[in-house]
T-cell receptor, first 112, second 117 residues
Framework: QKEVEQNSGPLSVPEGAIASLNCTYS??????FFWYRQYSGKSPELIMF????GDKEDGRFTAQLNKASQYVSLLIRDSQPSDSATYLC????????????FGTGTRLKVLA | KAGVTQTPRYLIKTRGQQVTLSCSPI?????VSWYQQTPGQGLQFLFE???????NKGNFPGRFSGRQFSNSRSEMNVSTLELGDSALYLC????????????????FGPGTRLTVL
């Protein structure tokens, strides 16, 4: 079992719809959770992070964390073609000091 | 505030050669992590340096090494290159704070695309 799992996709949604991206993690000691967006041929850029159970909103993006279910998700409202990218989930866990574990990413396609 | 910079952006090497990649973190960031990204494996953690000390290490062979200087700049070296080392090498910097702190977020540089022929 991978430490951080994401569906590779592609997830296709029509323009204007809500895109829902999911991530599960195996280590209950995980502390913080991050969502990155990566365009083809580019480096990952941070969208947002969350470390408390519940929802956190930032513009069109909402991160949801459920530590009991070891589940974190990212909702993108009013999806735009420019949101088409790979979305990486990262988990920060305590391991000696701490380390970041990345999922393999979900490819999102927003159809115009 | 300037972002993370990496040099060179592109490299072409042949098998058996060695290569050194450089990373300058965001000003004030003391932690530098290195990742290898390939289409099949995703982002794989190589190692992390904090205050000139290697604090964490991933599961890569000893051919992969790194160091960090007093100004937090970091270099990564790969010796005896193999075809499978062809990848995008990403550097990420952060404050390096342990514990529950969402403020300690990693920011990535543009990467170095290494091609081994």
């Amino acid at each position: 079992q991978k430490e951080v799992e994401q569906n590779s996709g592609p997830l296709s949604v029509p323009e204007g719809a809500i895109a829902s991206l999911n991530c599960t993690y195996s280590d209950r000691g995980s502390q913080s959770f991050f969502w990155y967006r990566q365009y083809s041929g580019k480096s990952p850029e941070l969208i947002m992070f969350i470390y408390s159970n519940g929802d956190k909103e930032d513009g069109r993006f909402t991160a949801q964390l459920n530590k009991a279910s070891q589940y974190v998700s990212l909702l993108i409202r009013d999806s735009q073609p420019s949101d088409s990218a790979t979305y990486l989930c990262a988990v920060k866990k305590l391991s000696g000091t701490y380390k970041y574990i990345f999922g393999t990413g979900t490819r999102l396609k927003v159809l115009a | 505030k300037a972002g993370v910079t990496q040099t060179p952006r592109y490299l072409i090497k042949t098998r058996g050669q060695q290569v050194t990649l450089s990373c300058s973190p965001i000003s004030g960031h003391r932690s530098v992590s290195w990742y290898q990204q390939t289409p099949g494996q995703g982002l794989q953690f190589l190692f992390e340096y904090f205050s000139e000390t290697q604090r964490n290490k991933g599961n890569f062979p000893g051919r992969f090494s790194g160091r960090q200087f007093s100004n937090s700049r970091s270099e990564m070296n790969v010796s005896t290159l193999e075809l499978g080392d062809s990848a995008l090498y990403l550097c990420a910097s952060s404050l390096g704070l342990a514990g529950l702190s969402g403020t300690d977020t990693q920011y990535f540089g543009p990467g170095t695309r290494l091609t081994v022929l």
